[in-house]
């Protein structure tokens, strides 16, 4: 897929972000529109991936340290980081899975955040309910554990994960 193109998330984007958001839950975090709109606005990257034919193949939001951002992962991370680069979210469209659209985005943002003098990028991939693809394909691309913890009332555990930039 490599005639696809990464561009930043318009405003026209957000109703196939959020669709796809949804497709994948539990692996990513639900959220509604309005949450989805105030997560971009606030998120100091938001990528697509646009396939060739001109649709969404992904979405990405991605966060640096400062963010007024409730998440229990990204809390974590900010405790441990004075400076850092946070994937909150990723999705890649069913019919893109395989294409190599993640990497892309995930290249980017190793890319970006590099850009911007951040020394690590962190993401968390969940273990309970498990997501063994997703932990896998984080595996190959460097990332390495710096350890676990529970969410939501202890109904999802997540691996999280950093990548030196």
């Known amino acids: 897929m490599s005639a696809a193109q990464v561009r930043e998330l318009a405003p026209g984007d957000l109703e196939a972000a959020l669709e796809l958001n949804?497709?994948?839950?539990?692996?990513?975090?639900?959220i509604d529109a309005a949450g989805l709109g105030a997560l971009v606005e606030q998120a100091s990257?938001?990528?697509v991936a646009e396939t060739t034919n001109g649709e969404l193949g992904g979405f990405a939001v991605v966060l640096r340290e400062g963010a007024d951002y409730g998440s229990p992962n990204y809390r974590w991370f900010a405790g441990r980081h004075g400076a850092f680069t946070y994937l909150d979210?990723?999705?890649?469209?069913?019919?893109?899975?395989?294409?190599?659209l993640g990497r892309m985005l995930y290249g980017v943002v190793?890319?970006?955040?590099?850009?911007?003098?951040?020394?690590?990028l962190c993401a968390e991939?969940?273990?309970?309910p498990p997501n063994p693809e997703s932990l896998a394909f984080h595996r190959r691309l460097g990332f390495a554990d710096a350890g676990t913890q529970?969410?939501?009332d202890n109904t999802v555990q997540v691996q999280m994960l950093e990548m030196e930039l």
């Open 22 to 30: 949804q497709h994948w839950v539990p692996h990513v975090g639900s």
């Open 45 to 47: 990257l938001s990528l």
């Open 89 to 100: 979210r990723i999705a890649i469209a069913p019919e893109s899975q395989g294409s190599g």
């Open 110 to 120: 190793a890319d970006w955040g590099r850009s911007v003098g951040s020394p690590v």
């Open 125 to 128: 991939v969940n273990l309970v």
């Open 150 to 152: 529970w969410t939501y």
